[in-house]
């Protein structure tokens, strides 16, 4: 067992949320171009459901040559062409093949009412993109690593603690409770009558049978409820759903932020092993937590280890370097002590 041990920014748990646009605004970063040829269009079934990913090869495999694989999935409400392909290159050019995805009723991927964003649905479709990586001929089904960013984090971390076919997870940035960032941000009152709102929208759907939808985004909660009530997610989602994902919806079922909201990985972090885990979070992080990080870490056994980059904020490591290569570095060098050295690398 290795910790890093940088440490995170003192606790902001009873910090309140004046102005975190200080942070975002304040970073230093380079902005990432993913190559879109770099990629193709895969199709797979999960629960009955036709999924759209992506499938990204080593440059240097040839066709037939298995390799050891990645799955990935991404942030909260997003599509594959978001925050994950400047991890999926990174990889690929490791000699990983990787398979990234719009989960079901997300971006290109069928799936009823649209824009549904249950946890352990999310969770059913990551581990389904396993099992369809474990049909082809060009992937090592005995080297396979899940490796998730913002949320899919923590889903990674739920996937592993149930599917002992994986070799290694792998969680950066991760969200291991968001419904526990919202109380000790909201109190117990505030949290209360937020979700009020939420269950008084899902009787509004039940009693006219019309899904009830919220903003995926906003820069604060001033205008009413939103999925994503922050500036520094409203900032990426409308920079990148113009730029690099048309497919992304700037909407979110209201009746799934009572599942989103109750969702917890670190109870499931305990459950991981024999499976290796690395966790990858920033140092400085308003809406996913350093705490909640180090709390999933304590709550793992076995092979485990928590490495810090120092950030300025959660988006820095979606598509912004330094930050992105030094997560997909530090990815690749512990997931070859723990998967042997990648074909083609």
């Given at each position: 067992m290795t910790i890093?041990?940088?440490?995170?920014?003192?606790?902001?748990?009873a910090e309140p949320l004046d102005a975190p646009e200080r942070y975002?605004?304040?970073s230093p970063g380079r902005q990432l171009v993913a190559d879109p040829a770099r990629r193709r269009r895969v199709d797979f079934v999960s629960?009955?459901?036709?999924?759209?990913?992506?499938?990204?090869?080593?440059?240097?495999?040839?066709?037939?040559?298995?390799?050891?694989a990645i799955v990935m999935c991404g942030p909260s409400s997003s599509v594959k062409e978001q925050t994950l392909p400047h991890y999926a290159e990174r990889f690929a050019d490791a000699g990983y093949?990787?398979?990234?995805?719009?989960?079901r009723s997300f971006g290109e991927s069928d799936g009823e009412p649209r824009c549904y964003y249950d946890p352990t649905q999310v969770i059913s479709d990551y581990a389904n993109a396993v099992s369809y990586l474990l049909t082809r001929d060009d992937v090592d089904p005995d080297r396979i690593a899940l490796v998730g960013v913002c949320m899919g984090g923590g889903y990674a971390v739920s996937v592993a603690?149930?599917?002992?076919?994986?070799?290694?997870?792998?969680?950066?940035?991760?969200?291991?409770?968001?419904?526990?960032?919202?109380?000790a941000t909201l109190g117990v009152d505030g949290f209360a009558a937020f979700m009020r709102q939420i269950n008084d929208l899902a009787s509004r759907?039940?009693?006219?049978?019309?899904?009830?939808?919220?903003?995926?985004?906003?820069?604060?909660?001033?205008n009413g409820l939103a999925f994503m009530p922050n500036p520094?997610?409203?900032?990426?989602y409308a920079r990148t759903s113009k730029t690099d994902a048309p497919t992304w919806e700037n909407r979110v079922a209201a009746k799934s932020l009572q599942s989103y909201f109750a969702y917890n990985a670190v109870a499931d972090a305990a459950l991981v092993a024999p499976t290796p885990l690395l966790i990858v979070h920033g140092t400085v992080d308003l809406f996913l937590w350093p705490e909640f990080a180090q709390r999933a870490y304590d709550a793992a056994g076995g092979d485990k280890q928590l490495a810090w980059i120092q950030t300025h904020n959660h988006i820095e490591l979606y598509d912004q370097n330094p930050y992105v290569e030094q997560a997909t570095a530090h990815v690749v060098g512990w997931l070859e002590g723990r998967m042997d050295k990648p074909v083609g690398a």
């Open positions: 890093v041990t940088l440490r995170p920014t003192p606790s902001r748990l975002y605004q304040a629960d009955g459901v036709r999924l759209a990913g992506h499938l990204y090869r080593p440059p240097r495999a040839v066709d037939a040559e298995p390799t050891p093949t990787v398979l990234t995805f719009d989960p603690a149930r599917d002992k076919r994986v070799a290694a997870v792998v969680s950066v940035g991760g969200g291991f409770d968001v419904g526990g960032t919202f109380l759907e039940y009693a006219t049978g019309r899904v009830q939808y919220l903003p995926a985004i906003a820069p604060d909660l001033s520094e997610a409203f900032s990426y």
